[in-house]
């Protein structure tokens, strides 16, 4: 008969010391879930989510097995011999010591009510054991560097960060969880419940088309230059970090000062002439709009990187750290054709680095779990007469349309083609053109060329005109 208490495979060492793990505390969590399925592999599930959870590899595969088979049949309980039946239907029934070793599995505890503290004991060995494996790897390629070595110490915080995250867990192990919480979440946009959506940029129409900024999801924002891109950025930033429920922001200015952005930030919040406060022409009404408006911007949770020349390895350390540090739940980046790649490398074509580029943002994106929204550039083809943007006038477009979530071309005339005032209202329009995960269309604006500030369109009335 199988030994509950023997290791069926030798001692995985570390130098020479064994790799840190309880074999005990494995054996009695395999035991509480064999007592308990339903309750017991819940909660185990939640920490001990992936491979490598479970030093010895026969604990792992009857743990998977038992997720497994919970997951096909939810809520029935698991006995020895469906247990052992289909570890047999895999050929790993012998390889984790039988039907006899199974059954002194089920007879190691009396009682599930410790599952929790088992639970504990192996997902912190398995922790240990997995910083262990990234320090000896960090420390074999530190000594045999392959890549530029910014790229190294972003693979490497990368790594360390992963192992953070074993410590979050899983909410979410069986494809029946996934689809009774996408069910939930359908329900809620069906009945207009807030909390099915993504962070609200302020434009009801623009939210509306796109059930607002989404986790994980890249939303580029692209123009021809002065067409207004960085003010409609700036007031999507300002509408969601001044709203009712905040949202820390992040924000890489790759062509602006920070001083510029905040003073942008002022006079559209303030509704106030730049060009009245260069001049020295404002007057005490407007003077007390702007301290009001810097009162509001002093407490809002803004952050701002100005660094010139950024790559995209530093600015996903960066990024990182913000989110670390002052919980930043979006970012912007202004704009993506101004970043660099990693390493600098001479022999790349323009498209291969904007491909990086982009593919190391939306990697980002879905590490981090928020929204990132990026403004590009389009092409001079988008200038031509007649012309509306297209997907096609996106420069370098390939891997940009790739991996967007949502692709925003912003469109309006010039002040100086169509003869109109300046201190008055302009019609824009957001022409959303793809958006991967529901309907394109388009989103009416009103662009106030005096305060570089964007309306939705259906809400501007006399009251947002400049007085004159």
Aim: glycine letters at 8%.
């Amino acid at each position: 008969m199988a030994d509950v208490n023997a290791n069926t495979t030798p001692f995985l060492m570390a130098g020479d010391r064994p790799l840190p793990h309880n074999n005990e505390a494995e054996i009695a969590v395999l035991g509480a879930a064999l007592l308990d399925p339903v309750n017991a592999i819940d909660v185990a599930v939640k920490k001990l989510h992936g491979t490598g959870c479970f030093f010895n590899p026969a604990h792992q595969a009857i743990f998977d097995c038992l997720v497994r088979l919970t997951g096909e049949k939810p809520g029935t309980k698991i006995d020895i011999i469906a247990l052992a039946t289909q570890l047999s239907s895999t050929g790993k029934l012998e390889e984790v010591g039988g039907r006899a070793y199974l059954m002194q599995l089920l007879n190691s505890v009396p009682t599930a009510a410790n599952i929790e503290l088992y639970v504990d004991i192996v997902h912190q060995n398995a922790v240990l054991r997995r910083l262990i494996h990234a320090g000896t790897r960090i420390v074999s390629r530190c000594f045999d560097p392959q890549e530029d070595t910014r790229a190294l110490l972003d693979d490497i915080e990368s790594e360390i960060l992963g192992v953070a995250d074993m410590q979050s867990g899983s909410d979410v192990v069986s494809v029946g969880d996934r689809v009774i919480d996408a069910v939930k979440y359908i329900d809620k946009l069906r009945n207009n419940d807030a909390s099915a959506l993504g962070i609200q940029t302020g434009y009801a129409d623009l939210d509306k088309l796109i059930t607002g900024l989404r986790p994980a999801e890249m939303f580029v924002l692209a123009a021809r230059p002065s067409i207004g891109k960085t003010a409609l950025a700036l007031n999507i930033v300002a509408n969601i970090s001044l709203g009712p429920n905040p949202v820390p922001t992040g924000v890489f200015s790759l062509e602006m000062s920070s001083d510029l952005l905040v003073l942008r930030l002022l006079c559209s919040l303030a509704r106030v002439n730049l060009g009245e406060i260069r001049d020295g022409a404002v007057s005490t009404a407007r003077w007390q709009e702007i301290l009001q408006a810097g009162q509001e911007l002093k407490n809002a949770p803004v952050y701002i990187d100005d660094s010139g020349n950024l790559d995209i390895v530093e600015m996903r350390a960066k990024a990182r750290r913000m989110h670390r540090d002052h919980k930043v739940g979006l970012f912007v980046v202004d704009y993506l054709q101004l970043m660099k790649p990693a390493g600098g490398s001479k022999n790349q074509t323009r498209e291969n680095e904007v491909s990086q580029i982009s593919g190391g943002i939306k990697s980002l994106a879905k590490e981090l779990n928020v929204p990132i929204v990026v403004l590009a550039q389009l092409n001079r083809q988008a200038e031509q007469p007649g012309q509306r943007p297209r997907l096609a006038h996106l420069r370098e477009s390939g891997a940009i349309e790739q991996d967007a979530d949502v692709v925003a071309l912003l469109h309006r005339e010039r002040e100086s083609e169509t003869g109109a005032d300046v201190t008055e209202g302009m019609d824009a329009e957001l022409i959303i053109a793809k958006h991967r995960n529901g309907p394109t269309g388009l989103v009416p604006l009103t662009f106030l060329p005096t305060y570089t500030r964007f309306e939705s369109r259906a809400r501007f009335g006399e009251s947002d005109m400049p007085d004159s």
